[in-house]
């Protein structure tokens, strides 16, 4: 995060998806199960199991357990956020420091609803994975009891034929979106549903998702933007829970097919919620009217660009853009104290080709909010976020700077507009095409080698940022 190793993690999606794929054309095997731990290593596995088209499970590893931190629980969001902190002399470094060793107290994924328990949610809601599994802590001992059941799950999907093809279908995809938007799960479901969607021929584009959660209630209070860390869905009663909500609600499908031969609705039949949980709304009091995805358009993102909310995001922003060719001079600009209340922190040239590899902004973002400034200042980039990432943070804006898209026309001092309930991301008063004509793309930052081949190859982020045949 941060650095030049961030542009390995968007690529490393297809370089897991096409080492699965290969073991299992090489092995040719009748069926198979597919483990997974973090970010992309879940849709790329989904991606893999859609490809070959045989019989398979997808297992993930499980959510680390939160940190104590002086009495509250704590993920690795919180220490980005305490950078921020320092840089604005509201933290010292001693409670940093005390903080960052407590914060990922053990083995597990990042610890909110961020990417890695957002995918492994979609999972089991989408059906690839079986009810209950996904949302077991990586230590809990009930890991090894569930996944001993699952031995079961796959071999009874290889019995009965059942392959990813009869599973994955549109009414699944849409059930997987409206349970992302409502908990408020990271934007980087939007980049894997339209990949994995486009893998099994699934009419899926980003405005559908837009759609899908605006009809759909924001219900669960997860880190983020929450109060709770991702293991407390668990003792909440499990991703069922969530499921069971929405399928009441007519908001999700209860009738779609799961990898276990039952439909979603059957599999939430048997869920058992916690008593006085706190962590899944009811449908009478949601956190939030519409879901967290939001896709905005307009002169700086003809395309779609893609921003969470929460029940405390800024829903508008007006003010001046200042512009960043490359995310470490964002981020110096942010602990040098140069960034302002009202402006729009612009990074481009981030993109999935111009990056390449689309890095995540965590440590920019959450330096914006430590300073206090996550009310005041929004930011505007090519690239994408962490699911750790709150504030109105918008990202994937396309087309890209390094294509020519709108982005490489702003200057400094450019009044940007944001309006999250117009879906509006718009530049006050300029010309844009006109400024383009002068202009001509950077020299690629890699010339040879995995890098070099990904930028040749991958396609706009509004569609999934996938490669080319």
């Known amino acids: 995060m941060g650095s030049e190793g961030m542009k390995a993690s968007l690529v490393s999606r297809e370089v897991i998806a096409d080492s699965i794929e290969l073991v299992g054309r090489g092995h040719q095997f009748d069926a198979m199960c ?12 989904a991606m893999a199991l859609a490809r070959l088209d045989r019989p398979g499970v997808l297992l993930y590893g499980g959510s680390i357990m939160p940190g104590r931190f002086r009495g509250k629980d704590v993920a690795v969001g919180d220490v980005y956020e305490a950078i921020g902190a320092v840089a604005g002399g509201t ?52 890991k090894h009891r569930a996944a001993e059941g699952v031995g079961r799950v796959v071999l009874n999907a290889l019995e009965n034929d059942l392959r990813p093809s009869r599973i994955l279908t549109r009414r699944a995809f849409d059930n997987a979106t409206a349970a992302v938007a409502a908990s408020g799960g990271s934007t980087n479901a939007v980049l894997h549903l339209l990949a994995l969607a486009r893998e099994v021929g699934v009419e899926l584009h980003i405005d559908d998702i837009d759609r899908i959660s605006r009809r759909t209630p924001l219900l669960c209070d997860l880190k983020p933007g929450g109060r709770f860390a991702a293991v407390e869905i668990h003792r909440a009663g499990g991703i069922g829970v969530l499921t069971k909500r929405l399928i009441e ?22 869920v058992k919620e916690t008593p006085g949980q706190e962590v899944v709304a009811p449908l009478a009091r949601p956190l939030g009217a ?16 893609v921003v969470k909310v929460t029940q405390h995001t800024p829903r508008t922003h007006r003010g001046p853009a200042r512009v960043f060719n490359r995310e470490e001079d964002a981020f110096a600009a942010v602990l040098g104290g140069k960034i302002n209340a009202g402006d729009t922190v612009v990074i481009r040239y981030e993109g999935p080709r111009g990056g390449p590899g689309m890095r995540e902004m965590l440590q920019v973002t959450a330096a914006i909010v430590g300073e206090g400034l996550g009310e005041t200042v929004a930011m505007v980039t090519d690239g994408r976020f962490s699911g750790a990432t709150r504030g109105l943070m918008i990202g994937h804006v396309a087309p890209e700077a390094a294509l020519g898209g709108p982005l490489a026309a702003l200057k400094d001092g450019d009044i940007v507009t944001i309006n999250v309930e117009d879906r509006k991301l718009e530049v006050e008063g300029v010309d844009l095409a006109a400024r383009l004509k002068s202009w001509s793309p950077p020299e690629p930052n890699y010339r ?22």
């Open 34 to 45: 597919a483990i997974c731990a973090c970010d992309k290593t879940i849709p790329a596995s």
């Open 91 to 142: 933290m010292s470094e001693a409670d940093l420091a005390e903080l960052e060793l407590v914060a990922c107290p053990g083995a597990g994924a990042c610890g909110g609803q961020y990417t890695a328990n957002t995918m492994s949610m979609l999972m089991e809601v989408i059906g690839l994975s079986p009810y209950g599994f996904n949302s077991i802590p990586a230590m809990d001992p009930g």
């Open 249 to 270: 609600g007519g908001y999700v499908d209860g009738d779609a097919l799961t990898v276990t031969g039952r439909t979603l609705g059957e599999e939430c039949e048997s």
């Open 290 to 305: 519409e879901g967290g995805l939001v896709v905005l358009r307009g002169s700086l993102a003809p395309e779609g660009s």
């Open 448 to 469: 040879k080698g995995v890098l070099a081949r990904y930028a040749l190859l991958v396609g706009s982020a509004s569609e999934g940022a996938i490669l080319k045949p």
